[in-house]
């Protein structure tokens, strides 16, 4: 800490020590001020001044733990103002909008899901639909609560600078100013912030879920289209602009069909949902439908799950080979289909070099179809986590139902 706040003046150290005390309660919930002090290496006098700031600003609250015996004085417990301080979560998906209220520490409060048709994508009834199902969760907030941001997870190309959506081809989206739109419909001055929708739950999932405490995860996302989301050295990889992580795009049958993107053999034309369906010879079913189909001993479903087994385990041998991941989450349809097809995935993965095949574990998703909502909230929380007062301040400006 010394080192990256050498220079720093007493303001910017105290942010600082504030918003790092409270990223470790929003993560791990209650915690001991003892804890705290050995968790930040500050001594206790200032862990003390700084958490009673942080309960006087209405963040945390404290409480002498009850029960303890022993000698010596119980060390005070400081916890997250979950009720108290939210913010609204959003994931916008090719047949889905979901809203919702998720406090301080990761909980959900409130949660509202639209399904919606494929193919009908106008703008004006997405925002619509976004502000309806915004309003209706935030209509459960008490009086004296505040929302300190909006998060929102899209399948498409997204600029995190502005909240640009460069290009969502399955929406039918190009160069979408999602963000601001967002804030218009819901008449908010509050910070919007706009992520790729495996971006996102890799975050939520390296947080406090699947690959919690690994430092190196993909996150795998799917609906129609296919993405990655990539968390290298305990940060999220995001290029040069945001565009990183477009794993459904790598090239990887020459032969294979036309992909949305223009280009042909990209690995979603063989991996995604309607590559899957297409192998099963069922394009009007599910993936739910087909892997039924299979397990009751259809064999065009079977053939059609071990060729879409096959091109996931290429893919991800592919992953493994580039980044070395300790933890690949299967996210999206792959929830279904990694189940399905592990035998072929593992089999393919057997050409990835042995070292890094040696250290990846392949996991589902703790957080099931809500990993992009809960990391929507985590990147709406991040403002706060930066500098708690200042986000507190600006936060007042309260978003209403």
């Not at 942080?54 to 979950?82: C, H, K, N, Y």
């Not at 819901?186 to 406090?208: Q, S």
């Amino acid at each position: 800490m010394a080192n990256s706040l050498a220079g720093a003046t007493q303001d910017e150290v105290r942010r600082h020590n504030l918003g790092n005390l409270l990223q470790l309660i929003h993560v791990h919930g209650a915690t001991s001020r003892s804890d705290l002090t050995a968790l930040t290496g500050l001594n206790r006098s200032t862990v003390g001044a700084l958490t009673t700031e942080l309960a006087d600003a209405g963040l945390v609250s404290e409480q002498a733990p009850v029960g303890r015996g022993g000698a010596g004085r119980p060390s005070i417990m400081v916890r997250p103002q979950t009720q108290r301080v939210y913010v609204l979560a959003l994931d916008v998906g090719v047949d889905h909008i979901i809203a919702a209220r998720v406090g301080l520490g990761g909980e959900v409060l409130d949660r509202r899901e639209l399904r919606q048709s494929r193919g009908d994508y106008q703008m004006s009834k997405i925002l619509r639909h976004v502000e309806q199902l915004g309003r209706s969760v935030l209509a459960g907030a008490s009086p004296d609560s505040v929302c300190v941001g909006i998060g929102a997870g899209v399948c498409g190309v997204v600029s995190h600078a502005d909240g640009l959506v460069r290009f969502a081809p399955n929406l039918g989206w190009v160069d979408v100013p999602f963000g601001t739109q967002i804030a218009d419909r819901l008449a908010t001055t509050l910070p919007v912030v706009v992520g790729n929708d495996a971006d996102l739950g890799a975050i939520a999932e390296h947080v406090r879920g699947a690959a919690k405490g690994s430092a190196n995860v993909i996150f795998l996302s799917g609906e129609v289209g296919v993405g990655g989301g990539i968390i290298l050295d305990g940060r999220p990889m995001s290029g040069a602009g945001g565009y990183g992580g477009e794993v459904g795009h790598m090239a990887v049958n020459p032969r294979g069909r036309l992909c949305r993107c223009g280009a042909r053999g990209c690995w979603e034309t063989e991996v995604g949902e309607e590559a899957a369906l297409l192998a099963a010879g069922r394009p009007e079913a599910t993936i739910e439908q087909i892997v039924a189909l299979a397990d009751a001993g259809d064999r065009q479903a079977r053939a059609g799950l071990r060729r879409v087994g096959g091109w996931l385990g290429i893919g991800v041998a592919n992953l493994v080979n580039l980044f070395n991941p300790e933890v690949v989450v299967f996210g999206g349809v792959f929830r279904q289909l990694f189940p399905a097809t592990e035998t072929m995935v593992r089999a393919a993965l057997g050409t990835a070099l042995s070292a890094p095949r040696e250290q990846v574990r392949l996991a589902l998703p703790q957080f099931g179809g809500d990993s992009t909502l809960l990391g929507a909230a985590e990147s709406a929380f991040a403002p706060l986590l930066d500098d708690p007062l200042g986000a507190l301040a600006h936060g007042s400006v309260r978003l209403r139902a």
